[in-house]
């Protein structure tokens, strides 16, 4: 057994006793609740009871996995929708084989077999399988009369791929909020009521880092009548704060979906994209987005631009068939 470091240290004139321990993987418990009640976490300023999910995300941690690593055991390639995947890498120059799909992380063996990934079935699974195995991987979105959801305008509910999501999103909003009309020196600039670079990130940073483990819960985008808020399933991951995410600090919770994502374009894993949306709203004259942890999810606001005294069109213009790669 492994003696814990003790020691009295003074800070700022007060004397502190400073106990340092030897890291031991978790996760850890209240003795007398056993390991599946007695684990803790805490959420914002309150310590809740941890649910199975966490619990066995914390695990997976441990083993150095991701949720959309494990393997589906019951479906093999052909789960896959192999024409979008030559369709979506097609763009890339890359021609896509087997050997290449377990490379990815699409495919992982198994049993001495190749099935399909957690995240292999939510980038490329046939829809109804998707829908089967993981029907919580998708987005809605709506738009709502007032600043409560008692009062829907406008709704849609996207069961396709998380990669077309990025493109069909910022059309759904597009056509459910306006343009504001700036005259600069002799010409016109339309100016969108939310920061369409902004939506895109928070988006793709939403899909791509949401916890698919949790069941019951789907990412979500609700356009308010003062605001847009686009939210995930799951906290930041374990260790991890908003100030070390603010900060630039990266850490992956689907290593397969960025891998994929960063492979089109869609993403990088730099830890910058806070910074580029917050430079980008402010020299272009929006508010910065507010971020926050909500119980289990993730919530970030993104307010209007101030000069948009109209958020809604009058009549929503029809919407378009998604088209890949995104502009």
């Not at 069909?168 to 670079?197: C, E, H, W």
Request: aromatic residues 10%; proline residues 8%; hydrophobic residues 40%.
């Amino acid at each position: 057994m492994i003696m814990p470091d003790i020691e009295i240290i003074t800070t700022q004139g007060k004397a502190l006793l400073c106990i340092r321990v030897a890291h031991w993987p978790g996760p850890f418990y209240l003795k007398k609740e056993g390991n599946e009640h007695g684990v803790y976490i805490r959420l914002g300023s309150s310590t809740r009871q941890a649910g199975p999910e966490f619990i066995d995300e914390m695990k997976r941690q441990h083993k150095n996995k991701s949720f959309d690593q494990l393997p589906c055991p019951s479906y093999d390639i052909q789960a896959l929708d192999i024409l979008s995947i030559q369709k979506v890498f097609g763009y890339t120059g890359r021609k896509i084989n087997e050997q290449q799909l377990i490379s990815l992380g699409i495919l992982t063996p198994f049993a001495g077999t190749n099935v399909v990934t957690h995240g292999g079935l939510i980038l490329f699974g046939k829809p109804e399988i998707r829908q089967m195995v993981l029907p919580d991987a998708r987005v809605s979105c709506a738009r709502f009369r007032d600043t409560n959801k008692a009062h829907f305008i406008d709704k849609l509910d996207m069961k396709c791929s998380i990669i077309d999501v990025t493109e069909q999103v910022p059309l759904f909003i597009r056509r459910n909020t306006r343009l504001y009309s700036k005259i600069v020196g002799m010409k016109r600039k339309d100016i969108p009521a939310y920061p369409v670079f902004a939506i895109r990130e928070i988006l793709v940073n939403a899909v791509a880092h949401c916890d698919y483990s949790l069941t019951g819960m789907h990412v979500m985008v609700a356009i308010f009548s003062d605001r847009l808020e686009i939210q995930n399933p799951g906290l930041l991951p374990f260790g991890m704060t908003l100030n070390h995410f603010k900060a630039g600090i990266s850490r992956i919770r689907n290593r397969v979906i960025a891998r994929i994502f960063k492979e089109l374009g869609l993403m990088e894993e730099w830890g910058s994209g806070y910074k580029r949306v917050t430079d980008f709203c402010k020299e272009s004259g929006y508010p910065v987005p507010d971020w926050q942890e909500i119980g289990p999810a993730l919530r970030v606001i993104i307010y209007p631009h101030p000069d948009v005294d109209e958020l809604f069109p009058p009549v929503a213009p029809p919407s378009y068939p998604p088209s890949y790669p995104p502009s």
